[in-house]
């Protein structure tokens, strides 16, 4: 079973720990029009892996891609736009071996519903956490 856990703690646990990793599994596409986490600050860089490509099919080669940058046992944190595609790489992840997978529950954005409520804070970017265009 995977962790879940909130951007504010995802940045903290990045900042605190030298070896774990954030990998965006959002497309290309969302990257360049939405923006992207900016790790910058911590000395670290932004791992971009599309789970899904634009027309929907899944990537072959996501494990493969991230087995090639990780130990099984790196600390791994996933974010998508709002948790539900990250938490389907962390269960595939998980599948391939990796022991320390934790999904960033509220995403990059948030879940859209709440996008109306200035009461709900949810998302990277809600959370006034660096990130860039």
């Not at 600050?41 to 891609?65: C, G, T, W, Y």
């Not at 997978?101 to 809600?126: D, H, L, M, R, Y």
Request: charged residues 25%; hydrophobic residues 40%; contains cysteine.
């Amino acid at each position: 079973m995977f962790q879940e856990v909130t951007p504010l703690v995802a940045y903290k646990r990045l900042t605190e720990n030298k070896d774990a990793m954030l990998i965006d599994c959002r497309t290309e596409r969302e990257w360049e029009i939405i923006g992207v986490p900016d790790l910058s600050e911590i000395h670290k860089s932004l791992v971009k892996i599309e789970l899904m490509r634009q027309d929907q099919s899944v990537n072959p080669a996501f494990v493969e891609q991230i087995t090639e940058l990780a130990q099984q046992d790196t600390p791994l944190y996933l974010i998508c736009r709002s948790g539900a595609r990250s938490a389907a790489a962390c269960q595939m992840l998980l599948k391939a071996g990796f022991i320390d997978v934790t999904n960033v529950a509220e995403g990059f954005e948030g879940n859209s519903q709440n996008k109306n409520n200035p009461e709900i804070i949810e998302g990277w970017q809600s959370h006034n956490l660096p990130w860039q265009k």
